[in-house]
């Protein structure tokens, strides 16, 4: 989840960059003949030309494009998390179904060892039980991997879509 709250402000800031350098926005650029009221009569002159009265109007140039894109963000954030779960979800129940098969071996095994009449069957039930534990994890960490593996591509898809349009936007 750490990750994914760093890609989301990743994503937030390459916004924000991508709108500040599309309506040519400079928060820190001073300039003492700004109003702040439209009024030429007033005495009162505001020092900070970032939040004078047309500051907004520059910033968001294209209507909502800050909307957009933090609905944009957001969605992509939404649908990350539901994959993340989903997948988190479908990685239990893979855990879970892999212990299951091998608590039924164990016992299975258990079963066979105590209706052994020799020493040297219960050492044949006991390389087959062990074989066939090991091929049962092996089994188990491969579908574990792939799965985690699909669940990464789904949740940051969203995420890598959402950085497109703000890198792309930061291009234009």
Not at 25 to 52: E, V
Not at 107 to 129: F, H, P
Not at 143 to 166: D, H, I, N
Request: include cysteine; charged fraction near 20%.
């Amino acid at each position: 989840m750490a990750l994914m709250t760093e890609l989301l402000i990743l994503c937030a800031a390459q916004i924000f960059i991508a709108i500040a350098k599309k309506s040519n926005y400079m928060p820190l650029r001073h300039n003492r003949d700004r109003t702040m009221s439209t009024a030429s009569s007033s005495p009162f002159t505001f020092p900070f030309s970032a939040f004078g009265s047309n500051a907004f109007t520059n910033v968001f140039a294209e209507n909502d494009s800050m909307g957009s894109f933090a609905r944009g963000a957001m969605e992509a954030g939404t649908a990350s998390t539901r994959a993340s779960v989903k997948g988190m979800q479908d990685a239990g129940q893979t855990m879970m179904a892999h212990f299951k098969e091998q608590m039924s071996l164990s016992v299975e095994t258990g079963k066979k060892l105590s209706e052994a009449e020799s020493l040297e069957d219960a050492m044949t039930i006991q390389t087959r039980y062990m074989k066939s534990a090991f091929e049962n994890n092996l089994r188990g960490f491969s579908e574990l991997s792939e799965l985690y593996a699909e669940t990464m591509r789904e949740a940051f898809a969203p995420l890598a879509k959402q950085a497109k349009k703000a890198a792309k936007s930061a291009k234009a």
